[in-house]
């Protein structure tokens, strides 16, 4: 507080990293909050691989991508095999140290109070950064997926944000104070939440207001088997509307248009683009189709929209999985031969149809990241948690998984 009585407004800054568009997301919806709130003077909203060298920048986002489409497999092995407190701790940080240098001094250049990360590289990065003593700001560690990675784990920070009560007790269970850990749920955007006329939005996008609408998503990049359920769909007995969303991928648009041109009169598609407008999509949905994202689940959530889960990348959007199914939001299809059969039983009972969007709403956290904001910055008085080494050596000891 300053002299005269006044608030002294915090700077802030957002640092999320471009492997994949989630955490970006994440990072933005925290902006967004961070503008409008009055404690709150200047805000930085920065993808920390824009600092790195582009080796190291695509090795981040480039090279996961094509070993998901390429070797899923290896992805899974790769992140159970890495899911171990401190494994691969000192090899990460001396990499990351080394090639995010431009980053380091960014940080130090804009002197933050608080800092908001949503990857766990910019996190390390600042985490030690609080560890010797170069940087008195605020360390929050925002987890975009349902289950935590020993890869978040950070030997300095103030507080951790999480999906799900279950990750918050993992947490516990490894050694780190409860009260340092809050349930938020994943950051999305504000107009996901927003109150909104489902069948003026269907009139507004030509759509039959009686008739399901099933959203197949390939994500923001275009990715993954959206021509292949697109072409699987065509084999529903239920009278459907498709709308189909391909993302950035214009030669993946084409091929779905080409593959839908004939299809029986009980069905009509609508193929996208990347767009802006997946709120709305949402909104008119009745089934989201495609991969268990972190922030792609969240935002269905808050519009509670049950979900068709296919391909989930090993590891993470596993785990994802998971949870949707043991919470009833979700179906799964493990082979793409019987999607339509499974979406045919779904939708002829509307019971369970309620039942799983009341579900996908009791999970739902629409004020995650009004949540964040605030709770950082009641708790600006409090002092750092270290994890020291014969923490690091317990927490390993309580994560062993055999």
């Not at 009585?5 to 997301?25: D, E, F, P, Y």
């Not at 990348?313 to 179906?331: M, Y």
């Amino acid at each position: 507080m300053m002299a005269d009585g006044t608030i002294n407004k915090r700077r802030v800054l957002i640092l999320s990293a471009s492997a994949g568009t989630g955490h970006l997301k994440a990072a933005d919806a925290l902006e967004k909050v961070c503008r409008l709130h009055p404690d709150v003077g200047e805000v930085k909203n920065v993808d920390a691989l824009t600092f790195t060298n582009k080796i190291f920048r695509d090795f981040y986002s480039k090279l996961y991508m094509q070993l998901v489409q390429s070797a899923p497999n290896f992805v899974g092995w790769w992140y159970d095999k890495s899911d171990e407190p401190w494994r691969t701790d000192k090899m990460r940080l001396m990499l990351d140290r080394i090639n995010t240098r431009p980053l380091v001094k960014m940080i130090r250049d804009f002197r933050p109070d608080v800092t908001i990360c949503t990857h766990f590289l910019p996190a390390e990065i600042i985490s030690h950064l609080i560890s010797q003593g170069v940087l008195q700001a605020r360390l929050a560690i925002v987890v975009t997926d349902f289950d935590i990675h020993a890869m978040w784990l950070s030997r300095a920070f103030h507080h951790y944000f999480v999906a799900l009560p279950e990750t918050k007790v993992h947490l516990t269970m490894l050694g780190l104070p409860e009260d340092r850990i809050t349930v938020s749920g994943i950051p999305t955007d504000a107009k996901f939440a927003a109150k909104v006329d489902r069948v003026a939005l269907r009139e507004k996008y030509g759509l039959k207001k009686n008739r399901p609408l099933l959203l197949v998503s390939a994500g923001a990049l275009g990715v993954g088997a959206a021509e292949r359920v697109s072409e699987v769909l065509t084999f529903l007995k239920a009278p459907a509307q498709i709308a189909v969303v391909c993302g950035r991928n214009e030669d993946l648009r084409i091929k779905v248009l080409d593959q839908v041109k004939d299809v029986p009169g009980h069905l009509s598609y609508t193929v996208l683009g990347y767009t802006n407008e997946m709120h709305d999509w949402m909104t008119m949905a009745d089934l989201f189709i495609g991969k268990p994202g972190g922030l792609t689940t969240a935002e269905a959530l808050v519009k509670g929209l049950p979900m068709a889960i296919f391909s989930p990348i090993p590891g993470q959007e596993e785990r994802n999985s998971d949870h949707l199914l043991e919470k009833g939001i979700a179906i799964k299809c493990n082979e793409l031969t019987t999607m339509a059969y499974k979406i045919d039983e779904l939708l002829g009972n509307p019971k369970r149809m309620e039942s799983m969007r009341s579900a996908a709403l009791a999970l739902a956290k629409p004020d995650a990241a009004r949540d964040v904001v605030n709770t950082l910055l009641n708790q600006f008085h409090l002092l750092p948690i270290t994890v020291d080494q014969a923490d690091r050596l317990n927490m390993k000891d309580k994560a062993r998984k055999k």
